[in-house]
């Protein structure tokens, strides 16, 4: 019987803030827009770009939306160009907590809004990207809280949905896990509140990599 853990990226395994704020401010100010308030553009992450962009300007066109995408998309490739990866670290624990779920037989796993590439440098950079079996991003799939990504998760690591867990810090990870038919577990570290978490409908929302680690070695 395989067990699978499926991590969200931005906001659960990597504190990724700084480069996200600083991409959308600039993709904003490159179309002639203000942009939108740090709190605002942090709400957004882990929906695929498009929706993104949707979600912080509703009131705009869908070509509005498309380049300010792609201006994003550029944007967060000049500061990866500008070797800015190390403003985005590993949260506290992930590391060692990647190293003991694999140690005691979990099958791991991604599921994010990043590009292909984008999830692919990052791993990399931390000298993870041999940790998972799976990884699923935007590129492939319709946007979070579509369960599409973590189906095609499933099916790659060979787990039933009774066998898996999705953990992530936002909404959109929890409502994706229930969707799938999957256990959800927040993470109050990342982008959402804890109380949102749990009205999607948390199993549980942790506080520490330790304290998820518990839940999921004691599930073993």
């Known amino acids: 019987m395989t067990r699978l853990a499926v991590f969200d990226c931005d906001g659960t395994l990597v504190d990724s803030q700084a480069n996200i704020v600083r991409a959308m401010g600039d993709c904003f100010v490159r179309v002639g827009l203000t942009p939108p308030p740090e709190q605002a553009t942090r709400r957004v992450v882990g929906l695929s770009l498009v929706e993104a962009m949707q979600a912080l300007l509703p009131d705009a066109d869908a070509a509005l939306h ?5 201006e994003y ?5 000049r500061l990866r160009a500008e070797a800015r990866l190390d403003a985005e670290p590993l949260y506290p624990g992930v590391r060692e907590g990647l190293d003991r779920l694999r140690d005691a037989g ?7 809004g990043k590009s292909d590439r984008g999830l692919a440098l990052l791993l990399d950079h931390h000298g993870i990207t041999g940790h998972f079996v799976t990884l699923q991003t935007a590129d492939r799939h319709p946007s979070k ?4 990504m973590l189906r095609a998760a499933l099916a790659e690591g060979g787990a039933r949905p009774a066998q898996a867990v999705m953990i992530g810090d936002t909404v959109f ?3 994706m896990g229930g969707r799938a038919g999957v256990r959800a577990i927040g993470v ?4 959402h509140d804890t109380h949102e978490l749990h009205d999607a409908g948390a199993l549980a929302v942790v506080t520490t990599m330790d304290e998820l680690l518990d839940l999921l070695l004691e599930d073993a």
């Not at 979990?106 to 994010?112: D, P």
């Open 145 to 148: 809280p579509h369960p599409a």
């Open 173 to 175: 990870d929890i409502v």
């Open 66 to 70: 498309a380049s300010l995408a792609g």
């Open 73 to 77: 998309r550029d944007a967060f490739h």
């Open 106 to 112: 979990w099958a791991l796993g991604v599921a994010t």
């Open 188 to 191: 109050d570290w990342g982008y």
